[in-house]
């Protein structure tokens, strides 16, 4: 076999594999339009359980305060709800925390403030070190940068009298949804995933899993399932599929909605993109044996495998822009270009058109979507294009680590929040080793374009214009932060 044959074979397996895992969201797009009715709310319980709220925190000053604010200012039995303040902060974010939960004990709440010198285990260890003098029957969770809303307790506990639901999961909503192109691409991307995913898996049988922040969960379940454990970085996903496979059925809320911070600059959406990308892949390698010797029917077995893998997409991502340029040279002779038309482009559409028709319909579902989001979807490609080098070292590192350090994103407090706006703020994140590889990665593009325009090769320009696009807006965006310039403008 030549070079040229050989190139055109891993070319069009790996646009192949793409291509199924695209329409899998035709898949969960339909089973979401299926399972659309809200689902009716239980009658209020006879007894209220007591709850216990974890608020897991490091280093967080600008957005701390905020939430021990928000979880004091819950709507519940006074006598039925407890506060832990789970801080294993280095820095002045535990004085001060210290300070505000003897101010609350003082008013009357139920707080306490635990704090743990060596950060072992990371948010699981907090989380399970919690647990140890947790009194509730029921745990909610919520990450620093959350703001629950008062009501929150009483619109999800609910549904626990139902005594075999272990997990309820609420919405993220975004506090600076409209901050900059950045942030308004996460929220679109993340609409997607609680609107349509996270509702289609649950209504229609489904595994699915806890989001790490905004849930409650039944302490009974926790510790059935084996516990917090801290040898994935997503101990969430790791903890959700352990509980289902014990048999307990976890429950989705789309309409309880809990605001949060999204990552505005680059350096750390990229990190808390790494870290799920590496967990999930280190769940997968922890669970997928289990689940697949498990007693759940095949459709349940062979999605689940989808959702942990998936991040695996991104390595392909990067071996398709590594190939499609030779993969075109290879067919640039004027016979052969027609089978651009003919082979690539229906492929290219089964990887494309079912993501616009699954983002175009999250934003119709959500109340505060974009008005015009197909002009955003060139943007959302390009994101997914520009983070995939990143995301593709976190899956080769997912794949043969466990574990590793729990680098948390930084939360410099969304604008307008008490939580202040600076403008040299404390906690930013670490710089990405992989910006000179985004930046050679959209040289390359530059080059390929002016060399198909050279040779008339213009239907390929489209394709090569969109991964131009994706590595070089990642790639400007992190020398802007590095040279200390706004990382965004406010979005009007």
């Given amino acids: 076999m030549e070079i040229r044959d050989l190139i055109l074979l891993a070319y069009y397996l790996t646009l192949g594999v793409l291509a199924l895992y695209s329409l899998h969201r035709a898949l969960l797009l339909r089973l979401e339009r299926r399972h659309r009715a ?38 519940y039995p006074s006598d039925r709800l407890e506060i832990q303040v789970l801080d294993d902060s280095d820095d002045e974010t535990a004085a001060v925390m210290r300070r505000l939960c003897e101010r609350y004990r003082r008013s009357g709440a139920d707080v306490t403030y635990l704090h743990r010198a060596a950060r072992s285990g990371y948010k699981a260890g907090a989380l399970a070190a919690g647990l140890e003098s947790a009194s509730g029957e029921m745990i909610a969770v919520f990450d620093a940068d959350f703001v629950p809303p008062p009501s929150f307790l009483y619109d999800s506990v609910r ?58 969960w039944r302490r009974e379940a926790i510790d059935a399932a084996g516990g917090w454990q801290h040898d994935t970085l997503t101990e ?46 280190q769940t997968a390698r922890k669970l997928l044996g289990d689940i697949l010797r498990s007693p759940q029917p095949w459709w349940r077995k062979l999605e689940a495998c989808v959702h942990l893998t998936a991040n695996g997409c991104y390595f392909l991502l990067v071996l398709l822009a590594l190939l499609i340029f030779p993969a075109m040279l290879a067919r640039r002779a004027a016979e052969e270009q027609w089978k651009l038309l003919a082979i690539d482009l229906p492929l290219f559409l089964a990887a494309t058109a079912s993501i616009v028709a699954y983002y175009l319909e999250s934003q ?26 990143s995301n593709a070292s976190a899956v080769l590192s997912g794949l043969v680590r466990r574990g590793g350090a729990f680098v948390r994103t930084p939360k410099p407090g969304a604008p307008g929040a008490r939580a202040g706006r600076r403008a040299r703020p404390r906690y930013v994140a670490a710089r990405s080793p992989t910006v000179p590889l985004e930046a050679a990665f959209a040289l390359y593009f530059l080059l390929a374009m002016l060399l198909a325009a050279r040779f008339g090769m213009w239907l390929a320009l489209p394709f090569l214009a969109l991964f ?25």
């Fill in 364 to 389: 119709r579902l959500e109340s505060r979507g974009e008005r015009r989001p197909a002009v955003l979807l060139p943007s959302v490609f390009a994101l997914g294009i520009g983070l995939s080098l």
């Fill in 468 to 492: 131009l696009h994706g590595y070089g807006w990642v790639t400007v965006l992190s020398w802007r932060e590095r040279a200390g310039s706004p990382t965004s403008r406010t979005a009007e």
């Fill in 159 to 216: 549904w626990f009298d139902d005594p075999t639901v272990g997990m309820v999961q609420a919405r993220w909503e975004h506090l600076n949804r409209r901050q900059s192109l950045l942030t308004r691409v996460q929220a679109m991307l993340l609409d997607g995933h609680f609107l349509i995913e996270h509702t289609a898996r649950h209504r229609s049988g489904r595994l699915w899993n806890f989001n790490g922040t905004a849930g409650v």
């Fill in 38 to 75: 809200p689902l009716a709310p239980p009658a209020d319980p006879a007894v209220w359980p007591r709850v216990t709220v974890q608020l897991p925190l490091y280093n967080e000053l600008y957005v701390a305060p905020r939430l021990l604010e928000a979880a004091c200012r819950l709507d």
């Fill in 236 to 281: 969430d996903l790791d903890l959700s599929y352990r509980a289902q496979l014990r048999g307990w059925r976890f429950v989705y809320l789309p309409r309880l909605e809990v605001p949060s911070e999204l990552p505005a600059s680059i350096s750390a959406l990229k990190s808390q993109q790494h870290r799920w990308a590496k967990g999930s892949i």
